[in-house]
């Protein structure tokens, strides 16, 4: 087949509507090879075409025969030498970085390494055994799709409820979503799993990575798969895995397809995106995409032995952020993703190794400039897991504005105090009222917080209140992996308990944190049927696990819609109460005496924290008044939206207290609207209430018409 010289502009396998251009970038190679393939399990290329054209380290050449659906890879030749950096192999296939889908599955063999394993030398020598029929092949796709009226929501962050969530996992075993779209995209944005969103008051699917990624070695070999997916191979391709079609291509309909159902349903997509690092690992890991097209230009070297890979996210290599090719990289793939996928935001794992300039984490660094001067980025969710494994690398409170984080103090303060540790009650002022300890230096807002008590990473939250120690025995690795952090003791009151007894004290403990969830300040994020008890049989690093442990089980007992009917009520009052979600930090000025507004802190006789209570070790109870005027939304006249006051009362001790009600200037009457420990709403009638041990109640105030 002739090829034609073609653009060097845009990147990847470019689709015209008569032919397609190739273009692919490598600063140091001295051939390029275009090979198409019939099948995705050829070994051999139906077609092998020199790549002519280059222009700026770009080779390019266009076909004007080739369509959507026709399989390719590259072969790129070019020195030889890994004391320099230098990796390339041209028995090796590989995969285009700009792929738009990636279609059959990477077969593990000897052959997909650029060195002889097990060889003396090690990556030091060549090997030479051709690694195409082990290889996924990528697709040439129509991008077209019918978007209709499809536009971003630009839901406002003190609006958003995120529901962090896999695509499989949900719909596995949901009987209600048709047999043959379970466990996938087409799955997800099924009428039956987005009704149980909107109950629960989602405006935001957070999914974990559904970037095209493979499973490591060992595990394929242990008979277990990568099911979080955080071992990426394609930035721009849908996971095919997770697509109900296997013709090429299927993926990235499928997907458009579930954004474009969320959407209409008034749910944002927000992808966790994995842009620290790659599959190929370390050194002695495979020659898949950027180590065998420019492994000097694309990756982190150590300057003082350019074999090794500098390495700050636990995974063998670090992507090679002062390379403006490899930014080029990255901001393209999150404009295709906002632009033809119409995604709506983005959580970076490991986010301060994209921000790393000269191995030090810069908070003004080439990237975070590109994303704020983006026209097409502005606007778009951006989330950061706030630290990586490098030196310095716990970046909380650090990130510019625009950026929300993963509020790791939140979820430890609140799962302290609910366990019943002294000493937490400042924190969990803190924590309740949007963190402003950590988020106001970097002059954000409370919108800055993104607050949860679990996620994928550990115990689900029935998990968490059930077992003493973690039960990772079907990893595979001797129970070593996961944290060893034991969060479940000591749920209940203090005494001994029955079984039923200890059922009842964990079932409030899940209410516990459901509903601080809901009553804090900063954007709540609920990890994928913690709403309802979900299990994963203790299990806290189930990242591999792609049955039964991590899927879904929608068969719900009596116990479990009890949960679910009171996550549902605690955030329809979330979104009910403007003072809920405030966008800007309170002022700090007490609700007692003249002037009042905002909120105050109340010891259980009524009486405000002082410094000495906010130090006292003993102390485990607190009251969090908060005015009904102490909201910052406006009508669409600019009129102040007018709130109903709230008296949060917490009870993280093994004994019942009681709480003197405070008295407000307004006529009216307290009423009981929820309460972890009892059933049911009611109108208290005098000063006092009691508040049972580890338990939550709140309380609104009703004004006297």
């Known amino acids: 087949m002739r090829a034609w010289p073609g653009q060097a502009h845009p990147l990847g396998a470019v689709w015209d509507g008569h032919g397609t251009n190739f273009a692919?970038?490598?600063?140091?190679?001295?051939?390029?090879?275009?090979?198409l393939f019939e099948r995705p399990e050829d070994?051999?290329?139906?077609?092998?075409?020199s790549l002519r054209g280059r222009t700026h380290s770009v080779w390019h050449g266009y076909l004007p025969d080739v369509r959507p659906g026709q399989l390719y890879g590259y072969r790129v030749d070019g020195p030889h030498e890994p004391e320099q950096g230098h990796r390339f192999n041209p028995a090796k296939l590989l995969i285009d970085p700009y792929a738009k889908a990636i279609t059959g599955e990477l077969r593990w063999s000897d052959a997909v390494y650029g060195y002889i394993a097990g060889d003396e030398a090690e990556d030091l020598t060549l090997c030479p055994w051709d690694s195409a029929g082990f290889m996924p092949k990528c697709v040439?796709?129509?991008?077209?799709?019918?978007?209709?009226?499809?536009?971003?929501?630009?839901?406002?962050?003190?609006?958003?409820?995120i529901y962090e969530c896999h695509v499989r996992g949900m719909t596995a075993l949901h009987s209600e979503v048709p047999e043959a779209l379970r466990g996938s995209y087409l799955g997800l944005g099924s009428e039956a799993v987005i009704s149980h969103l909107r109950q629960l008051g989602v405006t935001a699917v957070e999914?974990?990575?559904?970037?095209?990624?493979?499973?490591?070695?060992?595990?394929?070999?242990?008979?277990?798969?990568?099911?979080?997916?955080?071992?990426?191979?394609g930035f721009f391709a849908p996971d095919e895995r997770l697509a109900c079609g296997r013709r090429g291509g299927d993926q990235v309909n499928e997907f458009k397809t579930m954004v474009k159902a969320l959407h209409r349903a008034g749910i944002e997509v927000i992808l966790d995106v994995v842009y620290n690092h790659t599959a190929e690992g370390g050194r002695l890991g495979p020659n898949l995409s950027l180590r065998g097209i420019d492994n000097a230009s694309?990756?982190?070297?150590?300057?003082?032995?350019?074999?090794?890979?500098?390495?700050?996210?636990?995974?063998?290599?670090s992507l090679n952020m002062r390379h403006p090719r490899t930014l080029q990289l990255i901001m393209d793939s999150l404009r295709y993703w906002v632009e033809e996928m119409h995604v709506d935001g983005f959580r970076f794992d490991l986010a301060p190794a994209l921000a790393r300039e000269l191995n030090v984490v810069d908070r003004l660094g080439r990237f975070f400039a590109l994303l704020q001067q983006d026209p097409t980025l502005v606007g778009v969710k951006l989330i950061a897991e706030p630290w990586d494994l490098g030196p310095g690398g716990y970046q909380a409170g650090n990130f510019p504005e625009g950026w929300a984080e993963w509020n790791a103090e939140y979820r430890d303060t609140v799962r302290r105090f609910w366990r019943g540790d002294g000493g937490q009650v400042g924190d969990l002022a803190s924590r309740l009222s949007g963190s402003e300890d950590i988020y106001r230096p970097s002059a954000r807002s409370p919108d800055a917080s993104i607050n949860f008590v679990t996620c994928h990473d550990g115990f689900t939250l029935r998990d968490l209140v059930s077992y003493e120690g973690k039960h990772n025995e079907a990893n595979g690795e001797g129970n070593r992996d996961g944290t060893d952090a034991n969060w479940s003791r000591n749920w209940g009151e203090e005494g001994p308990s029955d079984t039923r007894r200890v059922k009842q004290l964990r079932d409030r403990a899940m209410r516990n944190f459901l509903a601080t969830l809901a009553f804090s300040q900063g954007v709540p994020m609920i990890s994928h049927g913690d709403e309802f008890g979900r299990s994963q049989g203790g299990n806290n690093n189930a990242y591999c696990q792609d049955n039964r442990v991590t899927w879904i089980d929608w068969s719900l007992d009596e116990g479990d819609h009890a949960l679910l009917e009171f996550a549902q009520k605690v955030f329809a009052i979330r979104r009910q109460n403007p003072v809920l979600r405030r966008n800007s930090f309170f002022s700090g000025r007490s609700l007692i005496g003249a002037g009042a507004k905002d909120v105050a802190w109340l010891r259980p006789d009524g009486v405000e924290f002082d410094l000495a209570d906010w130090e006292d070790p003993e102390a485990r109870a607190l009251g969090m008044l908060v005015s009904g005027e102490a909201n910052d939304e406006v009508d669409e006249q600019g009129r102040p939206i007018q709130g109903e006051s709230l008296l949060l009362l917490v009870n993280g001790g093994g004994r019942s207290c009681e709480f003197h009600i405070p008295l407000l200037?307004?006529?009216?009457?307290?009423e009981q609207t929820v309460n972890t420990a009892r059933h049911g709403t009611k109108r208290l009638r005098d000063g006092e209430i009691k508040i049972s041990a580890r338990s939550l109640v709140l309380l609104t105030y009703r004004e006297s018409k």
């Open 24 to 35: 692919l970038f490598s600063e140091n190679a001295t051939a390029v090879e275009l090979c």
């Open 43 to 49: 070994a051999e290329p139906a077609e092998r075409i």
């Open 140 to 161: 040439v796709v129509d991008q077209s799709f019918p978007w209709g009226d499809d536009r971003p929501l630009r839901i406002p962050w003190h609006h958003t409820v």
């Open 207 to 233: 999914l974990l990575p559904t970037h095209h990624s493979v499973s490591e070695r060992e595990l394929a070999e242990r008979g277990l798969t990568n099911y979080w997916g955080y071992s990426t191979l």
């Open 298 to 317: 694309y990756y982190l070297l150590d300057d003082s032995n350019r074999r090794e890979y500098i390495d700050y996210t636990g995974c063998g290599n």
């Open 665 to 670: 200037a307004r006529p009216g009457w307290w």
